[in-house]
């Protein structure tokens, strides 16, 4: 019995053995190796359209087949798909590579100067808030409104009549203005002038109504004096949202890409 187990546990190393010496890891190209990393497949774009790419390895199978086993990371949990090429697969993949140059550190570093989605935390917390941007997430969808707090990596956006949440992971580009409150300090000076409008206002509706008399035959001076005091404050009531809105068009906006998805969409398609 025990004799026969151990007949049993060699037969099973054998044909693992044999199974083993069967395949073997393939280099695709001595610019990486034995396993494809995030970098590099990021600069030679061995394997775009894997979202959520850490790292990959081929395996021949012989008879001109190969099999690439993929690790990747989604909404924070790792797993592992597997995918199976053919000779010419495998031979495009090497051509590729081979057209691109080495992937110096240099090259590393400026890859990396246009990738805003690597810093996509950093960048939406250091927004200056609150203020009114327009994102797009998911299928071309485009939200507008004023971001008023990010919190766990959520965006609240007040909208017309409710507060959105979006999580940044669903973002895909982002318009906002570097720098608010630049104007701020023509503010009160801008305040005058709303209400001087105001009072203008006040003046040309006064001067196209007739005058109103009391009982006495008097003018009604202070009904004239009512609308002026409420043209001023007409004018001072809408002056906060005008000047938020002329100082916003004023201020330059920008861009940024905040997924690779996007990313690469903008940049290679």
Request: glycine letters at 6%; one cysteine or more; charged letters at 25%.
């Amino acid at each position: 019995m025990i004799i026969s187990q151990i007949q049993n546990v060699f037969c099973f190393l054998f044909l693992l053995g044999y199974v083993y010496s069967q395949t073997s890891v393939a280099i695709v190209s001595e610019k990486v190796g034995t396993e494809i990393d995030i970098h590099e497949n990021r600069f030679y774009r061995i394997f775009p359209d894997e979202m959520g790419f850490v790292s990959a390895q081929i395996i021949d199978t012989g008879n001109g087949n190969f099999r690439i086993t993929i690790v990747k990371q989604i909404q924070g949990m790792e797993t592992t798909v597997r995918r199976y090429i053919d000779q010419d697969d495998f031979q495009n993949i090497q051509n590729r590579i081979d057209q691109l140059p080495d992937f110096t550190k240099e090259r590393k570093i400026e890859m990396y100067e246009g990738m805003d989605f690597i810093r996509a935390e950093k960048i939406i917390n250091d927004i200056p808030k609150p203020q009114f941007i327009v994102i797009k997430h998911g299928d071309n969808k485009k939200i507008r409104g004023t971001l008023l707090k990010v919190e766990d990596n959520v965006l609240y956006v007040q909208g017309p009549s409710l507060i959105e949440k979006i999580s940044l992971s669903d973002v895909d580009r982002i318009s906002y203005r570097q720098s608010v409150g630049k104007y701020n300090k023509y503010k009160n000076y801008f305040f005058v002038g709303t209400g001087i409008l105001g009072l203008i206002g006040a003046y040309g509706y006064n001067s196209q109504r007739s005058v109103i008399y009391n009982d006495y035959n008097i003018p009604r001076t202070d009904i004239a004096f009512y609308r002026y005091l409420n043209g001023i404050i007409l004018g001072l009531i809408f002056s906060s949202e005008v000047f938020d809105a002329v100082s916003t068009l004023l201020t330059s906006s920008e861009t940024i890409i905040l997924s690779e998805a996007e990313y690469n969409e903008e940049n290679y398609k």
